[in-house]
T-cell receptor
Framework: DQQVKQNSPSLSVQEGRISILNCDYT??????FLWYKKYPAEGPTFLIS?????DKNEDGRFTVFLNKSAKHLSLHIVPSQPGDSAVYFC????????????FGPGTRLSVLP | DVKVTQSSRYLVKRTGEKVFLECVQD?????MFWYRQDPGLGLRLIYF???????EKGDIPEGYSVSREKKERFSLILESASTNQTSMYLC????????????????FGSGTQLSVL
């Protein structure tokens, strides 16, 4: 059973609008969450992270929200740009030594010009 | 910038061949990982290593082995390649954080797309 779920395999958004990518997890021991972006034929690149002691983290156009009680996090991209079109992976970690990251299946975002 | 280098971008191998995937990182990171990425399944951990000559099984180690003889190099070995091992293979590294430091993030290589025919 997947511990990290991204229930939307794909998402299409108009350029300039908000993109919201969702992620749910089942393991209450997870205390650190990351979002990665991946273009075809390239390795994933780190986007933004959040610790469980926070409920929001912002970096430019990217904001991650964490709702621990619901075991849910979301990534907001505002405004969306065509260059944001990629697969986005949510990942979670249950320890402080960076060894056990569990990834979701990914959501393919298409930003339409 | 951290650089994680995977020796091949594309590989085509025959069923039954022994396959070596090489990964080198240049930032003196303690932890190194091998993942495979398949559509709809995300990234699944095959093996990881937290020190030279140390290795730990991930979620899907069957059919694979690894070698970490030097800190900067982590090799993935497919002992006898099979068609179900056709996949994108991703190497990653991360430093061991100091106590009390914020959690570190994974740095990925560009990936190796392996096709087993």
């Amino acid at each position: 059973d997947q511990q990290v779920k991204q229930n939307s395999p794909s998402l299409s958004v108009q350029e300039g609008r908000i993109s919201i990518l969702n992620c749910d997890y089942t393991n209450s021991m997870f205390d650190y969450f990351l979002w990665y972006k991946k273009y075809p034929a390239e390795g994933p690149t780190f986007l933004i992270s959040i610790s469980s002691i926070k409920d929001k983290n912002e970096d430019g156009r990217f904001t991650v929200f964490l709702n621990k009680s619901a075991k849910h996090l979301s990534l907001h991209i505002v405004p969306s740009q065509p260059g944001d079109s990629a697969v986005y992976f949510c990942a979670a970690s249950a320890d402080n030594y960076g060894q056990n990251f569990v990834f979701g299946p990914g959501t393919r975002l298409s930003v339409l010009p | 910038d951290v650089k994680v280098t995977q020796s091949s971008r594309y590989l085509v191998k025959r069923t039954g061949e022994k396959v070596f995937l090489e990964c080198v990182q240049d930032m003196d990171h303690e932890n190194m990982f091998w993942y495979r990425q398949d559509p709809g399944l995300g990234l699944r951990l095959i093996y990881f290593s937290y020190d030279v000559k140390m290795k730990e099984k991930g979620d899907i180690p069957e059919g694979y082995s690894v070698s970490r003889e030097k800190k900067e190099r982590f090799s993935l070995i497919l002992e006898s390649a099979s068609t179900n091992q056709t996949s994108m293979y991703l190497c990653a590294s991360t430093p061991r954080p100091l106590q009390g430091a914020t959690n570190e993030k994974l740095f990925f290589g560009s990936g190796t797309q392996l096709s087993v025919l």
